[in-house]
């Protein structure tokens, strides 16, 4: 990046938001050098004689992002508002958020103005707990636009910067075991607290081994009969390599598992690389589905296009849009029926988050928030399910968008 600009300082994010690239003025404005040790949960990359490279892992990210200006309140109003009108056109009405907590006042503001036009489940970041504690929040909480949701946690990282973790290593050349940034004794130690005060928990987790370490969390926190039940039941977020005795488990214990299909498309070739035959077990959708778990669909955005529709070609076909139609997708026993995908996509987070009699469906009494279609995604061939287009999108009786 120096031959770009030895002036100019320089960040770049993974696709996965789990490493960066950043240039020399970086480094030394955020003072990591060949003397600086590598963070807790994080890894500086460095060259033969200990120098940094720039390429910065995990937790290692946070020292190069704190020299970055932080957006003001009016700044985070009108990125959301572009990014609303971007998801209305998409047909999205609902969101469960995971961004910054500052983004939860630019949310309560565009409401008071009259300009918020999503339902929103805002999720507490891990170092938010204690404020979110000492405010007296509960997962569940709040009115008809605005609801706290889960306390988010990292169980490990993620498949691309081979960070997520393992149980057996890596294939390929780098064979490694990954970055377990929470085990179970922890995560139920933050569960515990999380839990006595209402806080339910989603915990990202990639790899196999973070999977079980977060469900063998989950297993403890059940039977500690001195923490309250919670209304609103735990998460996983991606479960995207998980064993079969473990899929069974998220049902047995009663978490979510919260996925994205359209990581599958982003995902099979690199995949295949690291894990191998363990693929079989990757993205299982249809066995997380039988097993009993609620399963619930979603984007990842920004990692991944916040469009539905490409998500639900990923789930029912797990095949590229330009695959011809007699291509065999990537494990295909792992589809879903398109009203499973639609399930997972439209019913099953309202009711993950606890508003399953509010949203999510068309009947009396559930708010008026619907999509218009230009033709029956029913009778349409799955490779015609990624092109379609909404015509509208209505939320609380009002048309918010057409074309």
Not at 75 to 104: M, N
Not at 158 to 180: D, V
Not at 325 to 350: D, F, R, V
Request: with cysteine.
């Amino acid at each position: 990046l120096d031959a770009i600009s030895e002036m100019h300082p320089i960040f770049l994010s993974a696709k996965s938001m789990h490493a960066a690239w950043v240039n020399s003025p970086v480094l030394y404005q955020a003072g990591i050098n060949a003397q600086t040790p590598d963070p807790y949960n994080g890894k500086i990359e460095r060259d033969s004689r200990g120098n940094p490279t720039g390429i910065l892992l995990e937790s290692a990210q946070r020292l190069a992002e704190k020299i970055i200006p932080k957006p003001t309140l009016e700044q985070i109003c009108q990125t959301l508002l572009k990014a609303q009108e971007a998801l209305l056109q998409f047909g999205i009405t609902a969101i469960h958020d995971v961004d910054c907590w500052e983004s939860l006042q630019a949310f309560q503001k565009l409401r008071r103005i009259g300009k918020l036009r999503l339902r929103v489940v805002k999720s507490i970041p891990h170092n938010y707990l204690e404020n979110a504690i000492n405010m007296g929040l509960h997962t569940g909480e709040g009115n008809n636009w605005l609801h706290i949701g889960w306390l988010k946690l990292f169980a490990d990282g993620a498949l691309g910067p081979q960070t997520a973790a393992m149980l057996e290593p890596y294939e390929g050349k780098k064979r490694g075991l990954g970055t377990l940034s929470l085990n179970a004794h922890t995560l139920y130690e933050i569960g515990c607290s999380s839990v006595k005060h209402g806080i339910s928990l989603e915990i990202h987790a990639i790899g196999d081994r973070a999977n079980r370490e977060a469900l063998n969390a989950f297993e403890a926190l059940n039977k500690n009969t001195r923490l309250p039940q919670l209304r609103i039941p735990h998460r996983i977020e991606h479960v995207q390599l998980i064993t079969p005795q473990d899929q069974q488990r998220l049902a047995k214990l009663q978490i979510t598992a919260s996925m994205q299909p359209i990581h599958v498309i982003s995902d099979k070739e690199i995949a295949e690389y690291y894990w191998g035959i363990r693929c079989r077990f990757a993205y299982a959708w249809q066995s997380i589905l039988k097993s009993g778990a609620l399963l619930i669909f979603g984007s990842d955005a920004p990692v991944e296009s916040p469009n539905p529709f490409l998500g639900l070609h990923a789930a029912i076909t797990r095949k590229s849009r330009n695959d011809l139609p007699t291509t065999i997708g990537w494990h295909p026993e792992q589809c879903l029926k398109l009203e499973e995908a639609i399930a997972a996509y439209i019913s099953a987070p309202p009711q993950a988050a606890g508003l399953g009699n509010q949203i999510g469906k068309l009947s009396p009494h559930s708010f008026a928030d619907l999509v218009v279609l230009p033709s029956n995604p029913y009778k349409l061939p799955d490779n015609e399910i990624a092109n379609l287009k909404p015509i509208a999108t209505m939320v609380n009786g009002e048309w918010v968008w057409h074309l």
